[in-house]
């Protein structure tokens, strides 16, 4: 069964540093993409950028580009997003999930992540 | 501002059908045959209902169907259902340095 299991919510201050992880199993973890996507409170789905794992070949949502940084480690089949100095607007839940052959087929549970002084 | 446009919201009474419409560009949606829908119930991930424009994975209800004309793509239930009462999201592969894009996302409310 394929499952994608996100690390749990966090509750940060403005300026902190955090990293929120996907681990995936039941499948060829280096053989598919991954998509992070953000969800703000009561608003809808964003494309923030995508990772191939076999290769780390990563691309970036320009609105995202340097505001977060996505990686993978494909010996622990886990997949990760960081922020090197948050702030209160990066309060949202965030998804991973598997890029299929051409749509978001597996999605992992969300982490919320909460930013606020 | 989301680069698809989708209503804020539709309703239907139980057993009628709705038609949740997605607009693109020639950049994504009139390019791509790469449409895909997702429903989302409160408080949980977006499931995966419609990929490739039309064709539904494994386990949903042929219920959902789902085209596309030109720049629009279209999801149709039919025979609604209680628990078909959820947001739905259209999202397509775009030419664009975005490489993909969702719509804004439609609430449908079974009456």
């Known amino acids: 069964e394929v499952q994608l299991v996100q690390s749990g919510a966090e509750v940060k201050k403005p300026g902190e540093s955090l990293k929120i992880s996907c681990k995936g199993s039941?499948?060829?973890?280096?053989?598919?993409?991954i998509v992070w996507v953000r969800q703000m409170p009561g608003k809808g789905l964003e494309w923030m950028g995508i990772?191939?794992?076999?290769?780390?070949?990563?691309r970036y949502s320009p609105s995202f580009q340097g505001q977060v940084t996505i990686s993978a480690d494909k010996s622990i089949s886990t997949a990760y997003l960081q922020w090197s100095s948050l702030k209160a607007s990066d309060t949202a839940m965030y998804y991973c999930?598997?890029?299929?052959?051409?749509?978001?087929?597996?999605w992992g549970q969300g982490t919320l992540v909460t930013v606020s002084s | 501002q989301s680069a698809l446009t989708q209503p804020a919201s539709v309703s239907g009474s139980p057993g009628q059908s709705i038609t949740i419409s997605c607009t693109g560009t020639?950049?994504?949606?009139?390019?791509?045959?790469?449409v895909s829908w997702y429903q989302q119930h409160p408080g949980k991930a977006p499931k995966l209902m419609i990929y490739?424009?039309?064709n539904r994975p494994s386990g949903v209800s042929n219920r959902f169907s789902a085209s596309k004309s030109g720049n629009t793509a279209s999801l149709t239930i039919s025979g609604l259902q209680a628990d078909d009462e959820a947001d739905y999201y259209c999202?397509?592969?775009?030419?664009?340095?975005?490489?993909?894009?969702f719509g804004g996302g439609t609430t449908l409310t079974v009456l």
């Open positions: 020639s950049s994504d949606v009139g390019d791509y045959n790469y």
């Open positions: 999930a598997r890029h299929g052959s051409s749509a978001l087929d597996y």
């Open positions: 990772i191939y794992p076999g290769d780390s070949d990563t």
């Open positions: 039941g499948y060829s973890f280096t053989s598919y993409w």
């Open positions: 490739d424009v039309s």
């Open positions: 999202s397509s592969y775009t030419s664009s340095n975005t490489h993909w894009v």
